[in-house]
């Protein structure tokens, strides 16, 4: 087996492809990482900073400099952290900079899994396995509205929904490096598949793959 092997995993938000990424990591051992939170982080950074959100070359700097080892999910996951990111994630050198981090990242020993909207497209062209996880729009809204309240939130279906396909459309017609799936990846739609069979679909194709590695 080579020095490293990398697992892409892309898809919009809320497919899933989160709880998947974590799972695969787990289960052989691989580093991982979610690339939207190197952005939101860069975002937390320019926020603590009280610097202004539309200075490219700002949000490069501070992009440059996030630790991608100490990435806190439940303190990036703040819905004001997640809207400064998006605003900085269209900056050209931002992506620059972190796609620069992430590729770094895909390097360690013995494996790694990446998971956000362009690994396989852009940051890692070359991985051996690419998956595309994605469902339908009124899915990932129920999902995502079925998370907050079931952690005691308050939440609007209906504004959760026309958020998720704003997002999409963002994500997706972006001049640089748009949400879209690689040629070679494989698709998982898990709008009617539990965590477990998306799970088990993905370790199949690795699988396979990891033994024409050897």
């Keep these: 087996m080579s020095k490293t092997f990398t697992i892409a995993i892309d898809g919009p938000a809320a497919a899933g492809k989160g709880t998947l990424?974590?799972?695969?990591?787990?289960?052989?051992?691989?580093?991982?990482?979610?690339?939207?939170?190197?952005y939101r982080a860069a975002a937390k950074a320019l926020l603590d900073a009280g610097l202004p959100l539309d200075?490219?070359?700002?949000?490069?700097?501070?992009?440059?400099?996030v630790e991608l080892g100490d990435l806190e999910r439940d303190?990036?996951?703040?819905?004001?952290?997640?809207?400064?990111?998006?605003?900085?994630?269209?900056m050209p050198a931002v992506r620059r900079a972190l796609v620069e981090a992430q590729r770094r990242f895909s390097e360690k020993?013995?494996?790694?899994?990446?998971?956000?909207?362009?690994?396989?497209?852009v940051v890692c062209p070359d991985a051996p396995v690419k998956l595309y996880?994605?469902?339908s729009?009124?899915?990932?809204?129920?999902?995502?509205?079925?998370e907050i309240?079931?952690?005691?939130?308050t939440a609007d279906f209906d504004a959760i929904f026309e958020d998720v396909k704003r997002r999409d459309e963002r994500d997706m017609g972006r001049a640089?490096?748009?949400?879209?799936?690689?040629e070679e990846a494989h698709l998982l739609d898990t709008s009617e598949m539990s965590i477990e069979a998306a799970f088990q679909a993905a370790k199949s194709i690795i699988d396979a793959a990891l033994s024409r590695n050897n």
């Design 176 to 182: 640089d490096s748009p949400l879209k799936p690689a």
């Design 55 to 65: 200075n490219e070359q700002v949000a490069e700097k501070m992009a440059r400099e």
């Design 133 to 135: 996880v994605t469902a």
């Design 109 to 121: 020993a013995p494996g790694t899994v990446i998971d956000g909207r362009d690994i396989g497209t």
């Design 149 to 153: 309240i079931g952690k005691g939130g």
């Design 137 to 146: 729009p009124e899915v990932r809204a129920r999902r995502r509205y079925e």
């Design 21 to 38: 990424s974590r799972q695969i990591a787990d289960e052989y051992g691989f580093h991982h990482l979610d690339t939207g939170l190197t």
């Design 75 to 90: 303190i990036l996951a703040k819905h004001e952290i997640g809207e400064a990111a998006s605003k900085i994630a269209v």
